[in-house]
T-cell receptor
Framework: QQQVKQSPQSLIVQKGGISIINCAYE??????FPWYQQFPGKGPALLIA?????SEKKEGRFTISFNKSAKQFSLHIMDSQPGDSATYFC????????????FGTGTRLQVTL | EAGVAQSPRYKIIEKRQSVAFWCNPI?????LYWYQQILGQGPKLLIQ????????DSQLPKDRFSAERLKGVDSTLKIQPAKLEDSAVYLC????????????FGPGTRLLVL
C-alpha cells in the first residue's frame, strides 16, 4: 500500500517537445506529492510539488496534473531542453507526524537536439 | 544559505569492513533523514530523526546499520560489517520539521563494497 509506481522507465524527447512522466499511488492517506530532479553525481532536488486539494500546479515549464479519484499524478515538461536531461522521481508522503517520502523508481529523461 | 553537506563523497571498502558517513543538515532544520539509493532505483528511507530522537527506523537493518544525531545537528550513519548488497549511494536530507513536506538533499556518499 506504500508503493508509488512510476512510468516510463526512460524517455527520449526532442528539443522543444513535451515530456510526460506518470505516477500512481495506492495509499489514500498520502497528501503531498513532490517531483525531484536528479543529475548524475548529485542528490535529488525538489522541482515542484502538489497537494490533493488542487488538480494542477504550474511553475514555469513544469506542470503537475493530479487526479485524486484515479490516484494518479503526472509531470509535464513543456518546451523540453537538453539541460532537462536528468532522472526524475515522483514521491508521496503523509505530512504531519509521518513525513517520510516514498519514491517512485525514476524516469531517465534524455532531450535530444 | 548552505545546503546539506555530506562526507566522504566516495568510499570503497571490502566486505566485512566497517564504514561511517557524516551529514551536516541545513542550519535550523530539526528533521534529518538518511536514504539508501541503489543504482537504478529511487531513494529508500533508512532512518528519520527529529532533533536528536529517532522518529522512524523501521527500514534500517539494525543488525549492521546504526545512526546517531547526538546534539540534534549533524549525524553519522555506520555500517558494520558491510555486505556486497550495501553498495549504493547514501543520501542525507533535512527539513524544517516533520510537518514540512519539503526535504533538501545532500550530494550523497557513493559506497562500493568489494
Amino acid at each position: 500500500q506504500q508503493q508509488v509506481k512510476q512510468s516510463p522507465q526512460s524517455l527520449i524527447v526532442q528539443k522543444g517537445g513535451i515530456s510526460i512522466i506518470n505516477c500512481a499511488y495506492e495509499n489514500t492517506a498520502f497528501d503531498y506529492f513532490p517531483w525531484y530532479q536528479q543529475f548524475p553525481g548529485k542528490g535529488p532536488a525538489l522541482l515542484i510539488a502538489i497537494r490533493p486539494d488542487v488538480s494542477e500546479k504550474k511553475e514555469g515549464r513544469f506542470t503537475i496534473s493530479f487526479n485524486k479519484s484515479a490516484k494518479q499524478f503526472s509531470l509535464h515538461i513543456m518546451d523540453s531542453q537538453p539541460g532537462d536531461s536528468a532522472t526524475y522521481f515522483c514521491a508521496a508522503s503523509m505530512t504531519g507526524t509521518a513525513s517520510k517520502l516514498t519514491f517512485g523508481t525514476g524516469t531517465r529523461l534524455q532531450v535530444t537536439l | 544559505e548552505a545546503g546539506v553537506a555530506q562526507s566522504p563523497r566516495y568510499k570503497i571498502i571490502e566486505k566485512r569492513q566497517s564504514v561511517a558517513f557524516w551529514c551536516n543538515p541545513i542550519s535550523g532544520h530539526a528533521t534529518l533523514y538518511w536514504y539508501q539509493q541503489i543504482l537504478g532505483q529511487g531513494p529508500k528511507l533508512l532512518i528519520q530523526f527529529q532533533n536528536n530522537g529517532v522518529v522512524d527506523d523501521s527500514q534500517l537493518p539494525k543488525d549492521r546499520f546504526s545512526a546517531e544525531r547526538l546534539k540534534g545537528v549533524d549525524s553519522t550513519l555506520k555500517i558494520q560489517p558491510a555486505k556486497l548488497e550495501d553498495s549504493a549511494v547514501y543520501l542525507c536530507a533535512s527539513s524544517v520539521d516533520r510537518s514540512s513536506g519539503t526535504q533538501y538533499f545532500g550530494p550523497g556518499t557513493r559506497l562500493l563494497v568489494l
